[in-house]
C-alpha cells in the first residue's frame, strides 16, 4: 500500500501511569475507509490507545500521523496542532456527553460554528442533514434527556460527523446501553462503515466486530497480541490469550 493511503498512523505508541505500563509499543497503519474493531479483556489498554489518537491521554513517546498531520509525541502539542489534530477525529464516548442544557440542534450546530466557522444558517442546514443520516430529525428541539440512550448516542454520532473528521473514534459505544438500544445505535455505525467512513471501534460485541470491520485487533496487557480478518481471528485464533478472551466471551453469552 502506498504511505498516502494510510489515513492513520500510529507508530511504537507507549503510556505510562507512573511506574505502569498501560500501552507498549503499539503500531498500527489504518487505511482510508477501512473499519477497525479493538476487543480484549478489561484493563488492556484498548481505551487508552484509542484516546491517544485525539491526545486525550498524552503517550510517553510514539509518531502519531492522522489525515496530513504527523507529530512526534515525545513533546506536548502546541494547542494549534491539538486543534488540527481534534478536528480530524470524530470521537464517541460510552457516556454521550451531550451538553443537557442545549437542544439537539444546538448541540449539532454549535461545535461547527466555534470550531470551523460555520454561520449559524450553514452549522444549522449540516445539522439537518445529520439528524436525518441517523434517523432523528424529529428530535431536533427536543433536549438530551427527553431521548434514550440509543437516541442520545446516536445524536453523538451526529456531532462527532458534523466537524467532516478523517476517521472516527468510538470507545465502548453500546456498552452503556440497554442491548435493543445498543442494536439501533450499531445500526447507524453498521450503515456509516457502509458509506466508506474511516472508523476505530473499541468494543465488547463481537458479533458487530465480526460483521463489520475488515480487521480486528486483540489487545492484551497493553500489547497487540493478534490482528487480521475478523473471521480468522476468532474463528483460528494463534495466540493462547486469544483463545483464552474468546472462550471467556462466548461463556458470557
Ligand atoms: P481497557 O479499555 O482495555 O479496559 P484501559 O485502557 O481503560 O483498558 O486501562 C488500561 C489500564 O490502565 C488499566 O489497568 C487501568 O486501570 C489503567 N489506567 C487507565 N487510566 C488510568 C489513569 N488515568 N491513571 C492510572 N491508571 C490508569
Same mark, same amino acid.
Not at 442544557?101 to 460554528?113: A, E, Y
Given at each position: ?46 481505551? @487508552? ?53 442545549? @437542544? ?22 449540516? @445539522? ?6 441517523? %434517523? ?101 485464533? @494463534? ?13 458470557? %453469552?
Amino acid at each position: 500500500m502506498q504511505e498516502a493511503d494510510f489515513i492513520v498512523r500510529l507508530k511504537d505508541i507507549n503510556v505510562q501511569y507512573g511506574s505502569y505500563h498501560a500501552v507498549k509499543n503499539v503500531t498500527l497503519d489504518i487505511a482510508r475507509g477501512e473499519v477497525v474493531a479493538i476487543v480484549g479483556p478489561s484493563g488492556a489498554g484498548k481505551s @487508552t490507545f484509542l484516546r491517544t489518537i485525539n491526545m486525550l491521554e498524552q503517550p510517553s513517546s510514539g509518531i502519531l500521523q492522522v489525515g496530513s498531520f504527523r507529530f512526534a509525541l515525545d513533546h506536548a502539542l502546541t494547542g494549534e496542532q491539538l486543534l488540527k489534530l481534534r478536528r480530524s477525529t470524530g470521537m464517541v464516548f460510552q457516556s454521550f456527553n451531550l451538553f443537557p442544557h442545549m @437542544t439537539v440542534r444546538k448541540n449539532i450546530s454549535l461545535p461547527q460554528m466555534r470550531v470551523l466557522g460555520r454561520s449559524q444558517a450553514e452549522a444549522d442546514a449540516r @445539522t439537518a442533514q445529520l439528524l436525518e443520516r441517523v %434517523h432523528l430529525s424529529d428530535k431536533a428541539d427536543s433536549y438530551p434527556a427527553r431521548l434514550s440512550g440509543g437516541q442520545q448516542q446516536r445524536i453523538a454520532i451526529a456531532r462527532a460527523l458534523a466537524l467532516d473528521p478523517d476517521v472516527m473514534l468510538f470507545d465502548e459505544p453500546t456498552s452503556a446501553l440497554d442491548p435493543e438500544l445498543g442494536l439501533e445505535v450499531l445500526a447507524v455505525m453498521r450503515e456509516l462503515a457502509d458509506e466508506g467512513m474511516t472508523m476505530i471501534v473499541v468494543t465488547h460485541e463481537i458479533a458487530f466486530a465480526a460483521e463489520v470491520a475488515d480487521r480486528i485487533i486483540v489487545m492484551a496487557d497493553g500489547e497487540v497480541i493478534e490482528q487480521g480478518v475478523p473471521a480468522e481471528v476468532i474463528r483460528n485464533p @494463534t495466540s493462547s490469550r486469544t483463545k483464552k478472551f474468546f472462550r471467556a466471551v462466548v461463556e458470557r %453469552h
